[in-house]
Structures are given as structure tokens and as C-alpha cells.
């Protein structure tokens, strides 16, 4: 890329430049840094707002535990509540399938503004991390070579400045722009539009229901997920592309108690909602996941449509490797860990997109509007529900069970 103030602009030298302070650049950070790896995290939006964007909950057994063993799971392990079961509502039935039996593994819920806000404290206020917030037109050069920068605009002094480094960490998420500095020729980007949109909401309301349910239904599917004891995930199936003001309080309540019905359901605890928002189900992946110093994590290298609760584990995943690749690196000259990078990663991504796509089908068939999609998905949820080796297949790619896919 280009960068005009370059040559004029005060210049600092640092190891790693990690760009995005989301759950992969702030995973990958705290790795260089519990190894004494200098590196430089750059974020667009400022450290109360990150602390409160409100997305995920949901991590997977394997990832709880790597984030323990690095110092990093303290909070999470201490607030957490645990769940080791699911519900799917089908034909105003209730059926209920307990996973934690089925792998011996569970799923963690934990808000993702929480970990976001525990890495931060850690790497910043606990190891003396350098975190710079609010920066502005970011922008990077010479990723083809062995000393890339990466170029920012101040936000006090509206100053230009520049970082060198030894590699570049691309984790600025779906809309970042490490992602459009892969040059093309060498990089095959594949995308996959579900044709599907979620109204995504959180109520002031508790959980009306111990675990998460996930309601098929003619009209159109409909999630519950516990947050916290006092905020409750809901999500609501809708056109893509839809307006959220279509959505005013009373008729996303009347759409999730029609949706969510079934025999001795308990009945849902309504609330304010605080976020209401359209989200439209799309998935990309970016192969591979680095060119030259430059390397892709999380929702930068591939977005996940929020389906089968992902893309969080997936940025973690992403940050493990790379957070060790680069201290290699960095400490040793070992660069095995880098070329190797994408191709570690790759085969979790691929295999997390098909969890994704299979599961969206069961989800969408009832309100698909092809009574044959709907008939052939039903019978798949209930043979997944009823033969203890679908169960253990299902269950498995719920978890993510760290196995080598
Ligand atoms: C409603 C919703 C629910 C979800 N539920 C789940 C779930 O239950 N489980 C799960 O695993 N996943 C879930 N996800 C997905 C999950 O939130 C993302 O996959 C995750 O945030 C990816 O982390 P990341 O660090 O790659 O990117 P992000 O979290 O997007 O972080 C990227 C950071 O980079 C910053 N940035 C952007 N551009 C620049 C730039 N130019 N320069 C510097 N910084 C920049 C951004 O401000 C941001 O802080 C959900 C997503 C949504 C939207």
C-alpha cells in the first residue's frame, strides 16, 4: 500500500505490530508479551468502547483451557457459569440434548466484552503492554519484505506515525484493512451468502431457560442464549438486508413466544432490548492466511455467520498459533512456525464454515418455504437427536473437541 506521510513521519521500531485489539489481536499480544517479544497492539476504537461491544459468550472447552494454561483465564473461570446441555424446539416439542455426556466436554459462557477486558488488563496494565487506541488510517508497507511498517494517524496530535517491525498481525476483523493488502494474485478469497438474516437482540430480561434453545420453526428460526443472570441473547430470523425499526418491541416479543412455544416450556422473562440489529448471514474464508510478514487472524482471515457460535473460538485458535509462530520467530529466527501458519490453521476454518452451513440448514428448512427441505432437515435433526453415533458427530463439531481435523 501506499503511504504518502512516510517518509516525513516519526519513526519507532518494535517486533510485531498486531493491528486490532479484538479477541485474536489481544490473544496473540499477550503471547508476545508472556514471552518478552516487544510488539505494538494499533485499534481504531477507544479501550471503554471494546470493553462493551457486545457479540459472543460462547467458548469451547479446548479454548477455555488454552487461555488458562497462558494466564489468561483467571476471570473467566472465576464469573463463567458452564453448559453441558442444548435444547431444540421442533413441532412444539421440546428436546433436550446433553452434550457434556455425549464428549465429557462443555461449553463456557462468558460475554465477549468480559474477555476482551481481561486481555486488556492483563496485557497492558499487568505486563506493561503497548496498546495505542483510537488511531486512525492505518496503513502498511513492505509486507513482501523482511521490514514492513505499519503507518497511523495520531488521535491527540493528528500526527503521522510510523512503527517498523519484523511481521505484521492482521487482526482487525471483518471490516479491517490488513485484509485488502494481500495481493490478489496471490490470494483466493471464497465466500458463501446463506440468503438469510438474524435480528440480533439482547434483553434486559434473565434467561428463561437453563441452557441455550434453539427454536425451529415455520415462521422462521429463533435462539435463546444465556448472557448473564440479567441479559439474555435472543436471536430472531428475518429477510436479509431487513430494517430493525421493523422490528418495535412488541412484535420481536410476540415472534419469539410464537417461535419459541412448546409443551412445558417455561414461559420467556421479557425485558428492554438494548441491542437490536440485523445481521446477515454471510461467511468468507481467506486462503492463504498470510502473504510475505503480513499474518491474517480471526475475522480477518474468515467470518463465520454466527450459526453454530464460531467465530470467537476460531480467532482464538488463529492467536494461539501465530502468538507462538511469531515468538519463534522473533526470539529464535525459527520460522517454521510462520510458513506453517495458514496451512495449522486452514482445516478448523473449513471445518467450523461446514459445521456453520450444516446446522443452518436444520435451523432454516421448517421456514424455508420447500416442504421437502423442511421434511428431509427434520429428519436429520431427529436422527441427530435419537442415533448415539449422529449424536456423538454432532456434539463433537459443537464443541469443536480439540481432535486434528
Ligand atoms: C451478534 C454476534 C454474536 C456472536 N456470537 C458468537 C458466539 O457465541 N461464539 C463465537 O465464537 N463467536 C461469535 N460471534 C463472532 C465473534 O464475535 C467474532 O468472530 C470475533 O469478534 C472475532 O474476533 P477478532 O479478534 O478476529 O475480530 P474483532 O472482534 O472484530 O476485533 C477486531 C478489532 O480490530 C479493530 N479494527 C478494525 N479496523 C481496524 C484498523 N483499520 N486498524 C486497527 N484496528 C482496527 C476493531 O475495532 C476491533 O476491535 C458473534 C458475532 C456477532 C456479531
Redesign the pocket.
Same mark, same amino acid.
Given at each position: 500500500m501506499t503511504d504518502a506521510a512516510a517518509p516525513s513521519s516519526p519513526q519507532q521500531r518494535t517486533s510485531v505490530v498486531v !493491528? %486490532? #485489539? %479484538?479477541? +485474536? %489481536?489481544l490473544t496473540a499480544a499477550n503471547i508476545l508479551r508472556a514471552a518478552s517479544v516487544d510488539c505494538v497492539v494499533?485499534?481504531?476504537?477507544s479501550r471503554e468502547f471494546?470493553e462493551q461491544r457486545p @457479540? +459472543? %459468550?460462547?467458548l469451547e472447552e479446548w479454548a477455555v483451557r488454552a487461555l488458562e494454561r497462558r494466564g489468561l483465564a483467571e476471570r473467566l473461570l472465576a464469573n463463567t457459569q458452564v453448559h453441558t446441555e442444548c435444547e431444540f424446539r421442533l413441532e412444539g416439542e421440546r428436546h433436550t440434548f446433553r452434550y457434556g455426556e455425549v464428549t465429557g466436554q462443555r461449553h463456557f459462557v462468558y460475554p465477549?466484552p468480559l474477555l476482551v477486558t481481561d486481555l486488556v488488563r492483563v496485557y497492558a496494565d499487568e505486563r506493561g503492554g503497548d496498546i495505542r487506541f483510537g !488511531?486512525r488510517d !492505518?496503513e502498511l508497507r513492505g509486507i513482501d519484505s523482511d521490514r514492513p511498517s505499519v503507518s497511523y494517524t495520531d488521535p491527540e496530535t493528528g500526527e503521522r506515525l510510523r512503527v517498523d517491525c519484523s511481521a505484521v498481525a492482521g487482526?482487525? /476483523?471483518? @471490516?479491517? !484493512?490488513t485484509r485488502t493488502c494481500l495481493p490478489p494474485e496471490h490470494t483466493a478469497i471464497s465466500r458463501y451468502d446463506y440468503g438469510i438474516g438474524w435480528l +440480533?437482540l439482547l434483553a434486559e430480561a434473565p434467561p428463561s431457560s437453563d441452557c441455550v434453545v434453539f427454536g425451529i420453526h415455520p415462521r422462521g428460526f429463533a435462539g435463546h442464549m444465556a448472557r448473564s443472570p440479567q441479559v439474555t441473547r435472543y436471536y430472531l430470523e428475518c429477510p436479509p438486508g431487513d430494517d430493525p425499526e421493523n422490528w418495535p418491541h412488541e412484535r420481536v416479543w410476540a415472534e419469539l413466544h410464537e417461535r419459541l412455544a412448546a409443551a412445558g416450556a417455561r414461559p420467556l422473562t421479557e425485558g428492554q432490548l438494548i441491542e437490536k440489529r440485523v445481521?446477515d448471514m454471510r461467511s468468507y474464508v481467506v486462503e492463504p492466511m498470510a502473504y510475505g510478514r503480513l499474518y491474517l487472524?480471526?475475522? +480477518?482471515a474468515h467470518l463465520l455467520a454466527?450459526i453454530g #457460535?464460531? /467465530?470467537?473460538?476460531l #480467532?482464538i485458535h488463529d492467536a494461539l498459533l501465530l502468538g507462538d509462530a511469531l515468538v519463534a520467530y522473533c526470539g529464535k529466527g525459527d520460522e517454521r512456525g510462520l510458513s506453517g501458519y495458514s496451512a495449522a490453521c486452514l482445516p478448523r476454518v473449513w471445518q467450523y464454515q461446514e459445521f456453520s452451513l450444516w446446522l443452518s440448514e436444520i435451523y432454516h428448512g421448517a421456514s424455508s418455504g420447500d416442504p421437502f427441505l423442511a421434511g428431509t432437515t427434520a429428519a436429520r435433526l431427529r436422527r441427530t437427536l435419537a442415533s448415539p453415533a449422529a449424536a456423538a458427530d454432532f456434539a463433537e463439531l459443537f464443541l469443536g473437541k480439540d481432535t486434528d481435523y
Open positions: !493491528v %486490532g #485489539a %479484538g479477541p +485474536a %489481536g494499533l485499534e481504531t476504537e471494546i @457479540r +459472543a %459468550g460462547f465477549q !488511531v !492505518v487482526c482487525d /476483523g471483518a @471490516r479491517g !484493512v +440480533a445481521l487472524a480471526g475475522d +480477518a454466527p #457460535a464460531k /467465530g470467537m473460538n #480467532a
